[in-house]
Each structure stands twice: as C-alpha cells, then as structure tokens.
C-alpha cells in the first residue's frame, strides 16, 4: 500500500494498481496591509493559510480498476463535503483533515457501449481544521 485518503486506497499489486503522480503540496502565509498617509504600508503577520494539495490519478482498465467508478468516488466526496485524512507511507500529511476542493475528469479511452478504459482525475485538496471554538 502507497497510501489511502479515507476509502481511497492507493497501492500497486499483480491485481491491481491504484495510485498518483506529480503531487504537489503548496503553503502560504497570510499577511494583513495596513494602509498609512505619505509612507508605505505596515505589515502584519496574521498566520498561516490552509495548505493545498494537487495530484493526478491515472485510471486504466488494464490495471484492475474501473475508471469511471473511481472517478465517481472522488466526485462524490467532492459533492458531499467529505474530509479525510491523507496518509501517504505511514504518515499522515497535515495538521488535521482534508476537502476535496476540485475534481477534473479526462475521459481518455471510451469503448463500445460507452465503457470508459482509461482516463485520469486531477484532484485538488485544502487542509479542514473544522470550526474553532
């Protein structure tokens, strides 16, 4: 097993393969501008932003995995607010959980009757910390 973000599992096997390329992890930090007659601006750390993260998941039938139902699972979480926690190796990336923010589909192979072959899902995930109290 590579990893899993919540039932998503991501491994490769003689069954089976399920997993990503190109992630990329962005950080920011927030920072206020306070506005001042005849000087520049002051700033003022306000703390770190929601971290994102970006990958694509490469779907072939050949690979004993049915692109379109996998592509459905992440539109599903995207639709219904899920967060999960992303686990990559045996550590869990982030502070807490993760939305999936967007889901693009490239639906690259389509064979008779409509069976979709092959294809891949670019998905975008933000950081959830939840409501503070």
């Known amino acids: 097993m590579i990893g899993f973000f919540g039932d998503i599992v991501f491994e490769t096997s003689d069954r089976r393969i399920l997993t990503f390329q190109g992630l990329q992890r962005d950080s920011a930090a927030r920072w206020a501008k306070h506005d001042?007659?005849?000087?520049?601006?002051?700033?003022?750390?306000?703390?770190?932003?929601?971290?994102?993260?970006?990958?694509?998941?490469?779907?072939?039938?050949?690979?004993?995995?049915?692109p379109r139902d996998e592509m459905e699972r992440w539109l599903i979480k995207s639709r219904t607010g899920e967060v999960e926690t992303l686990v990559?190796?045996?550590?869990?990336?982030?502070?807490?959980?993760?939305?999936?923010?967007?889901?693009?589909?490239?639906?690259?192979?389509?064979?008779?009757?409509?069976?979709?072959?092959?294809?891949?899902?670019d998905i975008t995930l933000e950081e959830y910390l939840g409501v503070l109290t």
């Open 36 to 66: 001042a007659i005849g000087r520049k601006p002051a700033s003022e750390f306000l703390g770190p932003d929601l971290d994102t993260i970006t990958f694509t998941v490469m779907l072939n039938g050949n690979y004993g995995v049915k």
């Open 88 to 121: 990559i190796g045996n550590r869990g990336l982030g502070v807490d959980r993760w939305k999936v923010l967007s889901v693009s589909q490239a639906w690259n192979v389509v064979m008779n009757r409509g069976e979709l072959f092959s294809g891949q899902v």
